[in-house]
């Protein structure tokens, strides 16, 4: 019933820039915890960057200071603006959110994840 669309990823060369989205819909009636995760070939899935309902943000070193996250809470999407890319952060992106139970607890998302290449 919540789907997550994502869009942005792409071929950049280093230091360009690119800039993710990721809509949810379906039934949703508030969403707590946005966040981005990429996994590149060999490697585990890890955190990038999240944000809370609150606006607050936690990042992932090896991107803080290059990368920015930030919600439309009106259009139910996150964003992440990626800037100085380098080649190890290839990898494919994947949007997840966390939703809350109409009873108790939550439900957390994931979307299709999208490519992004940074090469010369």
């Known amino acids: 019933q919540v789907q997550l669309v994502e869009s942005g990823g792409g071929l950049v060369q280093p230091g360009g820039s690119l800039r993710l989205s990721c809509v949810a819909s379906?039934?949703?009636?508030?969403?707590?915890?946005m966040g981005w995760y990429r996994q590149a070939p060999g490697k585990q899935r890890d955190l990038v960057a999240r944000i809370a309902s609150d606006g607050s943000t936690n990042y992932a070193a090896s991107v803080k200071g290059r990368f920015t996250i930030s919600r439309d809470n009106a259009k139910n999407t996150v964003y992440l603006q990626m800037n100085s890319l380098k080649p190890e952060d290839t990898a494919v992106y994947y949007c997840?959110?966390?939703?809350?139970?109409?009873?108790?607890?939550?439900?957390?998302?994931w979307g299709q994840g999208t490519q992004v290449t940074v090469s010369s």
């Open positions: 379906g039934s949703i009636f508030s969403i707590n915890a």
């Open positions: 997840n959110v966390v939703i809350p139970r109409l009873g108790s607890g939550w439900s957390d998302y």
